[in-house]
């Protein structure tokens, strides 16, 4: 820091000066690597600094553009190019280490030359993120930069964890395709490698389906939106709604865009539709789907709402292959997410089409049809070679061994689920919602669905907790969870994320963590690259 302002001093004394050298003299990084040594000397990188690619390998190309999107803001240019090049003996080097777990890399920063090995073009693209932090934010901020010291550093570093989620609910409100990928940018500074992209609920349809166009034309607009809590629950004239219609759908062009983006930041999307509950925008489209056929509206507020499909009805289950036949045609994900979650039975309950399939399938308990609707879908999505993600409510109806539990009422479910073998994600609201409020002095907050999750709260949690050695090979990962009630833009959801994803990015991708302390300690550098990518984030 000394040297950055003293050069920065010298360059405003001297005539013909150009440029700014930055010259970090610390290491901080978030997530924790598994080692880091500090060694002597530093690299300079400047705009001639040539990358060579020693070996080829798919998704490579992606690596390239992420290192020029870092030098060229830093530089506002990329740096050169070497594709082919065998001269490793100075420059930026990708090297292929085939004993390097896959998305792990080994970072060596020398006086002559930063090699990154790794065995996939994942791991060099994350040694790559690491590079960004290690030239600080001062990089980025400094402005008409010529050279950034790198200091000499050796780390080696592999992710704990396969999946590394973070969920946006786009039902509640609607975000752009820019405010998409302004999270999977997010996502990617933090090592985070799943998108779980809540598509569909009550308050909207969001997902552009050819065979059923109402969707979108009737079930993506609602005519209002409560924006504060409802003094009485009644949603009367009391309730403080807002009387201004909202809407908006990503078309199949557009949801696209937004994989290919995800994918050139080694992030795999995987879209949730909602079945059988949070239903009401898709039975606003089409009455049919319901157990009575009434016309509904978009729904305007929030909670839980007993509207939900009929699996009574074969119609239902047509209607839920041809949506998800168009999903998986734009989605390459192994896991498509179908929801499942708060479902109530009221309507199933006196519903003669509900009734029928009972009896012909032999269901007594209203919670087997819900998992008779599941597992149907279930067939659909594995004949499509995909397995189907669910929320912990999908094990109360029974599920094949190749269901994939979200656990999120608590870690139970997921504890459950591996105990039974099969496999989960820990998302547990009371570690990883982060719609909750960051802290308890909510005046000060803006105003969040409830809950209390502090930063610290984020970074104790054990995903692992309650589970033998053995059963923790079922758990794939943790995710953490926006809902948007009460996020209407991208600063909020910003704000909502930032700081408590990088202690959540920690948990994922950190095997021995140093502690809450040394991450505190950390964070700060990051911070400061929230703020130079121009971020909101909670300040502490
Ligand atoms: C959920 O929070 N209802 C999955
Ligand atoms: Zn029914």
Redo the contacts with the bound molecule.
Sequence with gaps: MKRFTYAIAACAFMIGCTGTVVSPETVSIIPEPSSVEMTEGAFRLTEKTQANFLYEAPELEYVASALEDITEAVFGQGVKMNLSSLDASHGINFILDENIPSEGYKLEVAAETIDIASSTAAGAFYALQTLRQLMTAEAFTAGDVKAVEIPAVRIEDAPLLGYRGTMLDVGRYFFPVEDVKCVLDIMAMHKMNTFHWHLTDDQGWRIEIDKYPKLTEVGSMRKRTIIGKDPNGEYDENTPFDNVPHGGFYTKEQIREVVEYAAERFITVIPEIEFPGHAVAALASYPWLSCTGEQYEVRQSWDIDDRVFCPGKETTFEFMEGVLAEVVEMFPSEYIHIGG??CPTKFWQKCPHCAKRMKEEGLKTYRQLQGYGIDRIEKFLEAHGRHMIG?DEILEAGVTPNSIVMS?RGTEGGIKAAKQGNRAIMAP?TYCYLDYYQSEDRENEPLAWGGHLPLEKVYSFNPFEGLSESEKDYILGVQG?L?TEYIPEIKQAQYMLLPRLAALCEVAWTSDRGGYDDFIERLPALEALYDAAGYQHRAR
């Design positions: 979650d708060e929320w999120w609201s969870n809902w």
